[in-house]
């Protein structure tokens, strides 16, 4: 079993909502990742939070938020998503010194109508 | 040019039998670089680190060359439970990490 727990593990949501994903992990892993997953697509870097911080945001469109409350809880916030934002959201942490070595949540599977 | 490139597969093989995989980083100043594999409709879970003098782990052997910019894995003795996707994974900067398409591996009865 995986020890990042994701939540929830589907969401539909219309254009108009505003919805949040979220992550936990008490592995006292010092850097967090939100990845997005297209079908038969790797993951896609989406943000990292390196010690609370947000150190890489690849571009993402404003209508996803991170936010990091503490050193163990990273959240995605969304809001006016398109039909194409559909997707696996996968979150992620690492140990501080080894950022390559991630242990990933099971994902959130979000549909977008 | 993407900053990862693999093998598309799918690679489908018996039981028994031995598979390499290949994969090519662009950027040279990535400076580790991981396997991980990924079950269907599953999370990515780490394989592998790939060191330079390269590394094996049982049944697995993970190579780089670092000249050619390239990484392998190679599996022995094929189990039914290895059928998974392999993504090969650069690490560039702090915590920028880049996966590449995934090679999807069907070990055959």
């Known amino acids: 079993d995986t020890e990042v727990t994701q939540t929830p593990k589907h969401l539909v949501m219309g254009m108009t909502n505003k919805k949040s994903l979220k992550c936990e992990q008490h592995?006292?892993?010092?850097?967090m990742y939100w990845y997005k997953q297209k079908a038969k697509k790797p993951p896609e870097l989406m943000f990292v939070?390196?010690?609370?911080?947000?150190?890489i945001n690849e571009s993402v469109p404003s209508r996803f938020s991170p936010e990091c409350p503490n050193s163990s809880l990273l959240n995605l916030h969304l809001h006016a998503l398109q039909p194409e934002d559909s997707a696996l959201y996968l979150c992620a942490s690492s140990p501080a010194g080894v950022p390559g070595e991630l242990f990933f949540g099971e994902g959130s599977r979000l549909t977008v109508l | 040019r993407k900053e990862v490139e693999q093998d598309p597969g799918p690679f489908n093989v018996p039981e028994g039998a031995t598979v390499a995989f290949n994969c090519t980083y662009s950027?040279?100043?990535?400076?580790?670089f991981f396997w991980y594999r990924q079950d269907c409709r599953k999370e990515p879970k780490l394989l592998m680190s790939?060191?330079?003098s390269g590394n094996e782990d049982g049944r697995f052997t993970a190579q780089l060359n670092r000249a050619s910019q390239y990484i392998s894995l190679l599996i022995r003795d094929s189990k039914l439970s290895d059928s998974a996707t392999y993504l090969c994974v650069a690490l560039t900067g702090a915590n920028n990490l880049f996966f590449g398409t995934g090679t999807r591996l069907t070990v055959i009865p």
């Open positions: 939070y390196s010690y609370e911080k947000l150190s």
């Open positions: 790939v060191y330079s």
């Open positions: 950027n040279s100043a990535s400076q580790s």
């Open positions: 592995m006292g892993h010092r850097a």
